[in-house]
């Protein structure tokens, strides 16, 4: 099965701090995103790359950025984390192999920010 | 671009009843389609796809899908709802293009009353 893992379930993180949130496919799978999660607005793209070191911007992709370094680590990074960016973050890899689409996603992230 | 829509953030159903859940979607490209559940505190179940091969698509639990291009449409239904379909369902678009965004709709919290 594939797995996509993500580092850490729960997070607690102090105001203007570096966050690091870490995801780990094991699939070959060229793309992968990041979303947050917020009750009543569904899952919201940060960010997205197809490709090692191919990055693009989803629809709320302010104070975050991300590195693809290697193909099967895509990493968020709060580069001062906020109190609005208290939230569940999940990683997703996209299989794309003979047209049929498949999505798998991590069990995500719960970040506190304080 | 593309984008996702779902036209209801709440249904509540009586148990037995039918379930409509609505979604319309724009794509620049010819779209994968999704539906998704997610039970409290639980990850994202994969309900249902759309890939262009029959317009009427069923998955799991009873739930099926009708694509409809004319309407850009993706409906959810049910023909009689159980207790244990109480949860939160995204409508979710994809263009099958390696280098494009995955979209998720802000969700539907469907209540089922006994």
Redesign the interface.
Known sequence: DVKVTQSSRYLVKRTGEKVFLECVQDMDH??M?W?RQDP??????IY?S?DVK?K?K??IPEGYSVSREKKERFSLILESASTNQTSMY?C?S?D?TH???K?F?G??TQLSVL | AQSVTQLDSHVSVSEGTPVLLRCNYSSSYSPSLFWYVQHPNKGLQLLLKYTSAATLVKGINGFEAEFKKSETSFHLTKPSAHMSDAAEYFCVVSPLSSASKIIFGSGTRLSIRP
């Open positions: 060229e793309n995103f979303y009543g607005l569904g899952l919201r793209l997205f197809y191919m693009e989803g629809d999940l997703a996209r794309l047209g049929n689409e999505l996603f069990s995500g």
